[in-house]
Each structure stands twice: as structure tokens, then as C-alpha cells.
């Protein structure tokens, strides 16, 4: 996609660790363009540089070169444009489900909302997670599907410009999953966030974006390719269980993944065994 226009663009985003003999280069020449209302999906294996990526746009982190312009304004730290749902919840565990979205709320309103008008925010942000039942409970007394809810009504609360997720829903069981993934389609469809999220979710990939931004295999990891998801919404995961659209894209995810970059790692190994065979003839 064309950086024409775009809201929130990366461009020629290197990330190297360290330095001289010990340098580790993790990102290399990464290019991507993202549409303002548009759901981006990073996936690739284990070490591929995804959670970089994401860093560096959260202000984490500072690339090494290139960089990253949201709404026609550089990215270089941190700022509640940006809200970050981890996967692990982050909540307060002093506090209660309405006091850690009331934090963030605090923070950014105090200025341009009134006492009331926060608390009105806040209430309608946890509502829309489904979770006005439990707003005097701490984070201990409730579980782990309903604090990444109220992550996600915090990150929400704070009108961020891009909502990043570092596979929030990696560390819940497949039937609290699949609810949250539910609510993210419903919520995403409301709101109209620009959102960017890591997976390793196949399906979950597909299900939720708008296009899925596929990664390389590190050392120096790039993009090694971009596929748009060409499916209505909203959308329902028992009716594209038989999509021809939705097998296809996850069949090209699965290729990609299982294919096109695990053949890199015999021909890495085959390299290497010359060298391990000479080790051993001099032990």
C-alpha cells in the first residue's frame, strides 16, 4: 500500500542490539503504510522482531535508523496517542476494576473533562468491554479474561490515535479467546480504531484484520510479504469456517510460515555441520 496519505507509516525502520562484534540486528528495512480505521496483523516465528516493531511505534524503543510518523508527526517516546494492551493484564492489583481505568482517564482528561464527565467516560469504556458488573472488584477477584477486558477498556479510555496489542489474548484458554476476539470485531467496528496487533494465531489473524503483515525470520528481519483479508464485516468465525476467501488466506499465512521460512533453517543447519564435523575430528 502507498505511503500516500497513510496514518501511521514506518519507513526503513532498522533495529540493531548492541554493538562491534556483539551488534545483534533484529529489524532491517521495514516499510509499511497503515490507513487511518485500519486493523494490521503482525505474525511471523518466534524472534522475527514483531514485538520491535511494535516498541518502536509504542516509543518504547528508538530505531536504530528510519522511523515512524503517525498522523504527520514523528514518533521518538512515548505519549498517549498510542495505548498498548499487553499480554499480560498490567493492571494495579491495589486497585479496582474502575480505579485502573480511572488512572488512565485522570491522566489524560484531568484538563478537558469534568470530575463527571470522566466518571460518565469510564463507565461507558468498561461497559463496552462488559464489564459493569464488577467495577469495585481488584484485579485478584476476577479472572484472567476479565482483566484483559478491562486492559482493553483502559487502553480504550484513553482515545488513543493507534491501539497496539502484544497478542492480548496469548495466555487465555480458546473458548475466553475466542469471546474477546468477539469483542475486539464489535468494538473495532463501533470505534473505527486504527489498531496494529502481534500474533501467532493464525485464525486469529484472519478473523480480525484488515491485512496481515507477515514477517521473515530473523537475523535482520523484514517483511517478507502483505496479504489483504477481502472479508465483509462484520464477521461472524462459525460462518467463515467454510469461506473459500478465508481458507485461502489462511492457507498463504500457513505457506508462508511453514514453508517459505522453515526451508531457511535446514539449509542453516547443513552449513553448519561442516564446521561441527571439524570440531569434533580435533577433539
Not at 48 to 73: E, F, M, P, Q, Y
Not at 156 to 166: F, S, T, W, Y
Not at 193 to 219: C, F, K, Q, W, Y
Request: aromatic share 4%; proline share 5%; with cysteine.
Amino acid at each position: 500500500m502507498s505511503n500516500t496519505n497513510a496514518y501511521l507509516t514506518l519507513s526503513q525502520v532498522d533495529m540493531v542490539f548492541g554493538n562491534g562484534p556483539s551488534a545483534n540486528p533484529v529489524l532491517s528495512g521495514i516499510d509499511l503504510a497503515i490507513q487511518r480505521g485500519e486493523f494490521i496483523s503482525l505474525i511471523g516465528h518466534s524472534g522475527c522482531g514483531k514485538s520491535t516493531v511494535l516498541n518502536i511505534v509504542a516509543g518504547l524503543l528508538r530505531a536504530t535508523s528510519g522511523g515512524v510518523i503517525l498522523d504527520n508527526r514523528e514518533v521518538n517516546a512515548p505519549g498517549p496517542d498510542r495505548a498498548v494492551v499487553f499480554q499480560n493484564h498490567s493492571l494495579l492489583p491495589w486497585l479496582t476494576v474502575y480505579q485502573n481505568v480511572e488512572i488512565a482517564v485522570d491522566k489524560i482528561f484531568r484538563e478537558t473533562k469534568t470530575a463527571a464527565e470522566r466518571k460518565e467516560w469510564i463507565l461507558r469504556n468498561l461497559e463496552m468491554v462488559s464489564m459493569s458488573h464488577a467495577l469495585n472488584r481488584l484485579p485478584s477477584e476476577i479472572s484472567g479474561g476479565m482483566k484483559q477486558r478491562v486492559g482493553i477498556a483502559r487502553a480504550l479510555a484513553m482515545e488513543p490515535k493507534v491501539l497496539l496489542l502484544d497478542e492480548p489474548f496469548g495466555a487465555l484458554d480458546a473458548l475466553t479467546r475466542a469471546h474477546l476476539q468477539d469483542e475486539v470485531i464489535r468494538i473495532q467496528s463501533e470505534l473505527g480504531n486504527t489498531v496494529m496487533m502481534i500474533t501467532h494465531d493464525v485464525d486469529e489473524a484472519v478473523l480480525l484484520s484488515d491485512r496481515v503483515v507477515m514477517m521473515t525470520n530473523g537475523p535482520s528481519a523484514t517483511i517478507g510479504q502483505i496479504l489483504p483479508i477481502d472479508l465483509p464485516r462484520p464477521r461472524n468465525r462459525i460462518q467463515l469456517a467454510e469461506d473459500r476467501t478465508y481458507n485461502h488466506c489462511r492457507q498463504e499465512i500457513l505457506t508462508f510460515l511453514y514453508e517459505k521460512q522453515r526451508k531457511v533453517e535446514p539449509i542453516a543447519a547443513a552449513r553448519a555441520r561442516p564446521a561441527a564435523a571439524e570440531v569434533a575430528l580435533r577433539a
